[in-house]
């Protein structure tokens, strides 16, 4: 059975940071294409970050200088950074495993709020 396990998420002030875990199960992980996607209330879920299984990544432009992902092979874990955090950033934040199939967190919640 696959899982993705999102943690991290929490309410913080603008210009604070978060780091987002994404503890995968059941996959062969190493080979798969991850990716952090976000959905704010009224929004269709977007795409925030990628990493290829060779580790090249990608970004949204609103993010780009702001978030980093990364993964850990070893931890079966993908990871995103976020710093200078804006009231933009509040939305439901998911994991992506992608291969040949999709498969997807429950989400965690992310607030940028003062």
């Known amino acids: 059975q696959v899982q993705l396990v999102e943690s991290g998420g929490g309410l913080v002030q603008p210009g604070g940071s978060l780091r987002l875990s994404c503890a995968a199960s059941g996959i062969i992980f190493s080979i798969y294409g991850l990716g952090w996607y976000r959905q704010a209330p009224g929004k269709q879920r977007e795409l925030v970050a990628g990493i290829t299984r060779g580790g090249s990544t990608n970004y949204a432009d609103s993010v780009k200088g702001r978030f980093t992902i990364s993964r850990d092979n070893a931890k079966d874990t993908v990871y995103l950074q976020m710093n200078r955090l804006k009231p933009e950033d509040t939305a439901v934040y998911y994991c992506?495993?992608?291969?040949?199939?999709?498969?997807w967190g429950q989400g965690t919640q992310v607030t940028v709020s003062s």
């Open positions: 992506n495993a992608r291969y040949v199939n999709d498969f």
